[in-house]
């Protein structure tokens, strides 16, 4: 059985005042301020670095977030490099990081696209088949109208 180690101090405040931060700024990009997300994510990614490593899950997850965020406002070579950071630390995360390296995928494919990388795009999107997301994970009628329609790629 494993057993997980929770500590106080440092790295749980740090921890918390990050999460504290990314919350912050997703209500930010929420409301359209996706400039104002982005210093956030920016403050939390640093706190997460100098708390849990560059290298730690929480990193990857605010590498994803600045990422998306810095797709948005168009800086397409700086979400880049963020989602790629987030892929690569996510892919090394074990058997439950598929999912989040699938997602971090997909952003980074979005980006390839955004660029005009259309072949780059696919390459990310296929390299594991069997861990990818739809595109349209992340809209509100996901579940209830298009999750229907997303199918498993099948290898024949």
């Known amino acids: 059985m494993n057993f997980h180690s929770y500590t106080s101090g440092p790295v749980v405040g740090g921890v918390s005042q990050a999460s504290y931060l990314n919350n912050q700024a997703l209500a930010r990009s929420r409301a359209g301020d996706h400039a104002g997300a982005e210093v956030l994510h920016k403050q939390a990614l640093e706190i997460k670095i100098n708390s849990t490593g560059p290298n ?6 605010s590498y994803n ?16 490099e963020s989602l790629s950071r987030a892929v690569e630390i996510r892919e090394n995360g074990g058997p439950g990081a598929a ?3 699938a997602v971090s995928k997909e952003n980074l494919a979005q980006v390839y696209e955004a660029k005009g990388l259309w072949e780059q795009a696919r390459q990310i999107r296929t390299k594991v088949p069997n861990q990818m997301v739809c595109s349209n994970y992340n809209t509100a009628d996901w579940r209830s109208r298009h999750k229907k329609y997303c199918k498993a790629i099948d290898d024949q």
Do not use: M, N, P, R
């Not at 730690?56 to 997850?61: G, K, P, T, V």
């Open 65 to 80: 977030a600045l990422g998306e965020t810095q797709l948005k406002l168009g800086k397409f070579d700086e979400a880049e």
């Open 99 to 101: 999912f989040d390296a």
């Open 56 to 61: 730690s899950i929480q990193a990857a997850l």
